[in-house]
């Protein structure tokens, strides 16, 4: 197994795990690279009383000092994590949302990887917790891509993750037809070729009773087609159990979708591993 480049730590509140515990089973695994990326949602960057706001079980505050957090402990176990290649990162939530703000996280020269995600539209909900019935699904949906071409277009981070995490939630999410969406979802990913970005492929939906890759083959397909060469593997792990779980499966997919490498981050520098 080569790579995992998106895992969560007990320094992201929905996660478990030191940094330590990672590695081991890592190396246990053979898992060649890893990445700790623990959430910093930038719409919420400082504790909850600096927005005079109530912490809750829901949303996450404090980016920057997860973020502290998770990069000391990760530099300290990068000095002794051999045979693992430990990275050191950052899952940026909203992007679009604090592009200053995002850029001082991207710019931090301890990073070697920032992964940039959607979870919010801006002034909505976590699409995890909104009611899918009261929702006009596919309005929602071009809402979602065209705040992904946002995020696409800043340069706050290496990797777009999770692609389709605005379906994620979905009633019945294998059965929507992206179809629609497809015109919109090519510019998303011409700027991220354009502008020598990667994508993911993220095994977090190998975990649910309907299991899928998040995104669909049809996806990756098109991303190679329109000249994507930058693709990595993720478990999206909250739990030391899944560190290395449906790995194989997803390097199966990468070589279905045409993939003869996987792309690493260092310092934000992609180069090749053999797949
Ligand atoms: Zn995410
Ligand atoms: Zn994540």
Redesign the pocket.
């Known amino acids: 197994m080569i790579m995992n480049l998106?895992t969560?730590t007990h320094h992201s509140p929905d996660a478990g795990n030191t940094v330590a515990e990672r590695v081991e089973a890592a190396n246990q695994a053979g898992l060649r690279y890893m990445a700790v990326?623990d959430h910093v949602e930038i719409n919420r960057y400082y504790p909850a009383a600096y927005y005079h706001a109530v912490e809750t079980d829901e949303y996450f505050y404090d980016g920057r000092g997860v973020f502290e957090g998770s990069v000391q402990e990760t530099l300290e176990e990068a000095a002794r994590c051999a045979p693992l290649v430990l990275l050191t990162g950052a899952?940026i939530g909203q992007i679009p949302q604090d592009i200053e703000k995002s850029a001082l996280i991207y710019n931090d020269p301890r990073t070697d990887i920032i992964l940039g995600s959607v979870h919010e539209l801006p002034g909505r909900p976590d699409f995890y917790f909104l009611d899918y019935t009261k929702e006009d699904i596919p309005a929602l949906v071009t809402a979602y891509f065209e705040e992904v071409l946002r995020l696409a277009q800043t340069d706050c981070y290496d990797v777009l993750?999770h692609l389709t995490y605005g379906l994620r939630y979905l009633p019945n999410r294998r059965a929507y037809d992206i179809t629609p969406h497809l015109d919109l979802i090519d510019e998303v990913l011409k700027t991220v070729i354009r502008k020598g970005k990667a994508i993911e492929l993220n095994g977090s939906g190998l975990r649910k009773p309907q299991p899928y890759i998040d995104p669909d083959l049809i996806l990756v397909k098109r991303y190679r087609d329109l000249g994507g060469k930058y693709l990595t593997i993720s478990t999206?792990a909250h739990d030391t159990r899944f560190v290395t779980f449906g790995i194989d499966l997803l390097e199966d997919m990468a070589r279905t979708a045409g993939f003869s490498k996987l792309t690493v981050f260092q310092k934000h520098e992609p180069f090749f591993v053999t797949l």
Do not use: L
């Open positions: 998106h969560h990326t899952e993750a999206d």
